[in-house]
């Protein structure tokens, strides 16, 4: 279809029957916390942005059905040497202080403007003041998620952001030189394709859960992550991928952290000791192989019930449907993998702009790779939180100022990036090729407690269906088959690069258990990146981690 779109400073917009033709400044793809953060950091730094999401911005995602309780440390060294001492040493050592500090100052004034924007949120630490870091008299932010998301999505509106809900993104665009330049997809509910002409591209499109039926998560399928391969970016800690969510037996309610320090019973009534849930579950989802284990958050008072209960009501919903007292008897459990959710792999971002190292693509929130941050261990909700408006703030300055200094190029000529799941090359029957990867990623006893033979295993099978799935298909997928394509070829590519990761960690550091190597080796005191998409590679990052202890060095020894 012939078109002359003007370039930048304000959206252009043709908007037909059939098409959606849309230039602008920024382009974020996502709609949870991380998008909307950008999309707003973004519109600050005076760009017109483009906002397209899979769901309803501020409705759908993992963070729509849970509290949210920010990781808030205030500016004192005591207090965050403290804090992040915790997560140094939960975390495997393979963390950075220097990021850490980046993240917690970036949240700590950013969430100081919310009430400024007319949001009240708590002012009181939740549940018993100590959930996320917070001490009396310091300063939290907590509330029911619904209703924080829904007013970021109103200051997303204010700040002149164009939003497109149900309108998956399927691949990026780039311009002769490799520089990230716009996207194309589909809007479902109008049923036409669209195409979005960007200075920048900021992705924020959550982690992966194999679709495991994590609350909130089957629409967190990894496509984003495969379309910032395709364009050349990398990856990094995927074998921190296996995170395994607690829910009431026969529920997918996970979002709970009150389950981090409470009491357990393995399926012959015996207590289960544990030493520290955010860094690895072994302990109970071992005894979980062995049979039905229960649970009892005894670790709280009759004096902090009430609060607690409106900090997480959708969880007390569902324990009072199933007639469970959950504070005062014991109640069956069971497990949900939430992958890269609440687990640490993603794309690895080079700076504090959040960028990819692909011209023009810039990652924030859940897709980004948290592992400087909370290492080999689970960041939760506070740390994910906190991270999630830090990249995405990052991202929207940056992606902003690298689109006005391309305001003088015409990015018409540009050209699909897409391999896998578009066009001809795809899976002959999606469903049975989902079911074939979650078939590997989400067993227990082959994600968590992992071996060479079995990690050899999975990579091979995993491998196979890749092969096969890159053959010509005998028809052109398009519309709503093209997004199930594309979130199975996410699906898989996520899978090819967390199974190989795990084959090259040879030891067991935080959530990464390996069986047959079942200590924790200080050669391997590194994070490892990896990508490709046809020939997957894995390689320590020749960042180094600088913890406490490193840093002191430097400073003795400079």
């Known amino acids: 279809m012939a078109r002359s779109l003007p370039r930048f400073r304000g959206h252009v917009v043709t908007d037909d029957v059939e098409n959606l033709l849309v230039s602008t400044d920024v382009l974020v ?23 397209v999401d899979k769901g309803y911005v501020g409705a759908s995602g993992v963070a729509a059905t849970a509290g949210v309780g920010h990781w808030l440390v205030p500016p004192v060294a005591e207090r965050r040497d403290e804090e992040i001492s915790k997560r140094e040493r939960s975390g495997g050592y393979i963390t950075d202080r220097i990021w850490t500090e980046a993240v917690l100052d970036e949240a700590w004034a950013r969430t100081a403007l919310i009430p400024e924007w007319g949001y009240k ?46 309108s998956p993104a399927l691949e990026l ?5 490799g520089t990230v330049s716009g996207a194309t997809g589909y809007q479902r509910q109008v049923k036409r394709p669209w195409r979005v ?11 992966t859960t194999w679709k495991s039926h994590s609350l909130g998560g089957d629409v967190n399928t990894g496509d984003g992550h495969l379309m910032a391969a395709e364009v050349g970016a ?3 800690s995927m074998e921190f991928s296996n995170f395994y969510g607690m829910v009431p037996f026969g529920t997918s309610m996970d979002k709970n952290g009150f389950f981090v320090t409470a009491s357990y019973w393995d399926h012959l009534g015996e207590p289960i000791h544990y030493h520290d849930l955010h860094q690895s579950r072994a302990e109970l989802l071992g005894a979980s192989l062995r049979g039905t284990i229960t649970a009892q958050f005894t670790q709280f008072g009759e004096e902090v019930q009430p609060a607690l209960r409106a900090a997480m009501p959708n969880f007390f919903m569902v324990t009072d449907k199933l007639g469970v ?51 080999a261990a689970t960041g939760a909700g506070g740390p994910n939180l906190s991270w999630a408006i830090a990249t995405g703030t ?37 469903r049975g090729s989902v079911r074939a990867i979650q078939s590997e990623m989400l067993p227990i006893d082959k994600s968590v407690f992992r071996s060479n033979d079995g990690l050899i295993d999975s990579a091979t099978r995993l ?90 060095q430097q400073g003795s020894a400079s």
């Open 173 to 177: 665009l780039v311009d002769a030189g």
């Open 234 to 236: 990398h990856l990094s």
């Open 29 to 51: 793809v996502g709609g949870g916390p991380a998008a909307t953060w950008a999309a707003v950091a973004a519109a600050e730094s005076g760009a017109a942005v483009t906002l």
């Open 394 to 430: 990052w991202a929207g300055r940056a992606a902003a100022s690298f689109s006005d200094s391309r305001r003088a190029t015409d990015l018409s000529d540009t050209r699909s990036s897409g391999t896998l799941g578009v066009r001809d090359r795809g899976f002959d029957d999606v």
């Open 325 to 375: 007292d959950p504070f005062n008897e014991r109640f069956p459990m069971d497990w949900v993998q939430e992958g890269t959710v609440r687990g640490t792999g993603g794309i690895h971002i080079l700076d504090h702009d959040a960028s990819t190292g692909v011209s023009g693509l810039y990652a924030a929130g859940d897709i980004a790779a948290r592992d400087r941050i909370v290492g």
């Open 121 to 166: 949120p708590s002012t009181k630490p939740r549940g018993s003041g100590t959930l996320f870091g917070a001490r009396p008299g310091e300063r939290s932010f907590s509330g029911a998620a619904p209703d924080y998301l829904r007013f970021l999505r109103g200051k997303v509106k204010k700040s002149g952001v164009l939003v497109l809900d149900h």
């Open 197 to 207: 002409d960007a200075g920048a591209v900021i992705l924020a499109t959550g982690g």
């Open 463 to 552: 491998d196979r269906l890749w092969e096969s799935a890159s053959r010509d298909l005998d028809h052109t997928t398009a519309g709503t088959e093209a997004i199930a394509q594309r979130e199975a070829a996410g699906m898989l590519a996520m899978s090819r690069w967390a199974v190989r990761s795990a084959l090259v960690r040879t030891e067991t550091r935080g959530m990464h258990t390996r069986i047959d190597f079942p200590a924790t080796d200080v050669d391997q005191t590194h994070r490892l990146l990896s990508g490709g998409l046809n020939d997957i590679w894995v390689a320590p990052d020749t960042e180094l981690p600088r913890v406490g202890s490193a840093l002191a």
